[in-house]
């Protein structure tokens, strides 16, 4: 059975996801949907395409339709992107789908443009339901992607880079890339960058962001540490991510997408 995945920003509250499920099975009925999140924050491209590049090792192989829009209905193009491995990432041209492709190895980029795939009348503020959603199950029913208009070179598609954390002698400079649900503060700090500093579980280090200044502990899990205690830990992906155990690390330290988050030697 061919599968198609879906990550938006859209969130639960609305019509949205529902819309471009009724879209999808109209056009490949027989056709399995995963939802992978659509919780990701609004317009957060880049937490969008982190989510998508850490989660398609785990997906099936097939479609892979991925929407953080924010210049729907501006200048930005709408694509396809085939990969070394068969999948198809469809989605807009803003940096959301590279970082998962671009790791696979592109060897194709069409753009969406022919018609025939989309819905007949196309809103300037719904391209998910209009465009993607119709491509990607046209896809998924066995339609060529270069029937689906004019090839991308994929060295032109757009790239968003993902910032290096600063690391000094006794210290580093990190960025907040995204925060869970659970309220834990994801960087893109390794584990790596900890063991440079010569830090240990259960070591103490001195958290700074903006003006505060808070201390946790090298933990490699929730409960290497009290309730409420704050700790630095190695997430599912890799990142190093501050937490407290049982509460909302973002919550306390007010930390937002994109801060800088200085881990010191205490």
Do not use: K, W
């Amino acid at each position: 059975m061919t599968v198609i995945t879906f990550l938006t920003d859209f969130g639960l509250q609305d019509d949205f996801v529902g819309t471009c499920h009724g879209v999808m099975a109209g056009i490949a009925p027989d056709v399995r949907v995963i939802d992978v999140t659509h919780g990701i924050a609004p317009q957060a491209v880049l937490q969008g395409a982190l989510v998508l590049r850490n989660t398609t090792r785990y997906l099936p192989a097939g479609v892979h339709l991925a929407v953080v829009d924010p210049d729907v209905g501006g200048g930005r193009r709408a694509v396809a992107v085939r990969t070394a491995d068969e999948r198809t990432f469809v989605g807009p041209d803003n940096g959301l789908l590279l970082l998962a492709a671009d790791e696979l190895g592109i060897v194709a980029a069409h753009q969406l443009e022919d018609e025939r795939y989309r819905l007949p009348e196309v809103s300037r503020t719904f391209h998910a339901r209009d465009i993607f959603a119709p491509a990607a199950a046209h896809l998924a029913a066995g339609v060529a992607i270069g029937e689906l208009g004019p090839a991308v070179d994929p060295a032109a598609l757009v790239r968003i880079a993902v910032p290096d954390p600063q690391v000094g002698r006794s210290q580093i400079s990190a960025t907040v890339l995204s925060i869970d649900r659970f309220g834990n503060v994801a960087t893109n700090a390794r584990r790596a960058h900890i063991d440079a500093l010569g830090l240990a579980n259960g070591d103490r280090v001195e958290v700074r962001l903006a003006l505060d200044r808070y201390y946790a502990f090298v933990a490699g899990t929730f409960a290497d540490a009290a309730p409420g205690e704050l700790i630095l830990y190695e997430d599912s992906y890799g990142l190093v991510t501050l937490a407290i155990t049982r509460g909302d690390a973002a919550r306390l330290t007010g930390a937002a997408g994109g801060d800088e988050l200085r881990i010191a030697v205490s």
